[in-house]
């Protein structure tokens, strides 16, 4: 016979007197100490499958486990990521930010181009016509701005609007007209904020010139004084050899006046008294 007992060595226990045998801790549970009664329930964030064990595992990179006493962690969903081992709790994905497969690390950046508002998602949408994104991973699409149009879905960069053309926030086209049909007053300014109509642009005023990305139908101001500036006109035009424009924002030029020259295109002078000029 023996004179004393032996104590349960670690993954073991028995919590029961006059045993000859002891008890291997089952799965989800471990035991680090010798002689001891019970077995210790894994803790949230880790698991273990098999019995008799020291110590249990960490969940994996991706899975969360928010149980005690598990034998296996559970994969972050769509939407979610987890980038710790050990956790008990995946985390959305941040707008601007997707996640379209289970038991990952981290989230995708939503491309230039497109866009996603809301958190927890699968896919990121396209920028709609009259919008753009210019950098990965935004939450909103920027308005076209005024001097730029957008044509196309996904656009990363605005356009120049065509020069002879003015373009107003949001513009889809180039060489928009619809503000053509609005009043005049409605339309000169200093920015587009300051128009009534609710269009996207227009043609260039007569009398001003409006080079590529005008935002306003004044473009960048009168035509000068020697030239001139029909509607829709991108640089000023010079008048030609004999005529004259002697004032900012000509539409037209003036022919050289009777008794008058012109060596120049901004203004007449008087002939000298003998000569005379038809």
């Known amino acids: 016979g023996t004179t004393v007992c032996r104590h349960c060595e670690v993954g073991q226990y028995q919590n029961a007197s006059g045993q000859t045998a002891c008890v291997s801790c089952p799965v989800g549970q471990f035991q680090a100490a010798n002689g001891t009664t019970e077995c210790t329930l894994c803790p949230t ?12 595992a960490q969940c994996a990179l991706g899975q969360v486990q928010d149980n005690n006493g598990t034998t296996g962690c559970k994969e972050c969903h769509v939407g979610q990521f987890q980038n710790a081992s050990g ?10 930010r997707f996640q379209d497969v289970t038991n990952q690390t981290d989230c995708v950046l939503c491309t230039a181009g497109q866009f996603q508002p809301d958190s927890n998602t699968t896919a990121c949408v396209d920028c709609e016509p009259g919008f753009y994104a210019a950098e990965p991973a935004a939450s909103v699409c ?11 879905q996904a656009l990363v960069h605005p356009l120049p609007c065509d020069a002879g053309f003015y373009c107003r926030r949001g513009s ?22 300051t128009f009534v109509a609710n269009c996207s642009g227009g043609t260039c005023i007569a009398g001003y010139h409006c080079p590529e990305a ?39 030029c003036l022919p050289c006046p009777a008794g008058h020259y012109c060596n120049t295109t901004t203004r007449a002078a008087p002939c000298p008294e003998t000569t005379c000029v038809p």
Do not use: K, M, W
């Open 45 to 56: 964030g880790q698991f273990r499958n098999h019995t008799g064990t020291t110590r249990c």
């Open 87 to 96: 956790t008990t709790q995946c985390v959305l994905c941040a707008p601007g």
């Open 142 to 152: 920027l308005e076209c701005p005024e001097g730029h149009y957008c044509p196309t």
């Open 172 to 193: 889809t086209t180039p060489a928009p007209t619809d503000c053509d049909a609005a009043n005049t007053t409605q339309r000169p300014g200093n920015s587009t904020t």
């Open 214 to 252: 005008s935002a306003v139908p004044t473009g960048a101001g009168p035509c000068p004084v020697g030239s001139y500036c029909p509607r829709g006109t991108p640089e000023p035009l010079t008048c030609a050899d004999g005529d004259i424009a002697p004032v900012e924002g000509a539409t037209e």
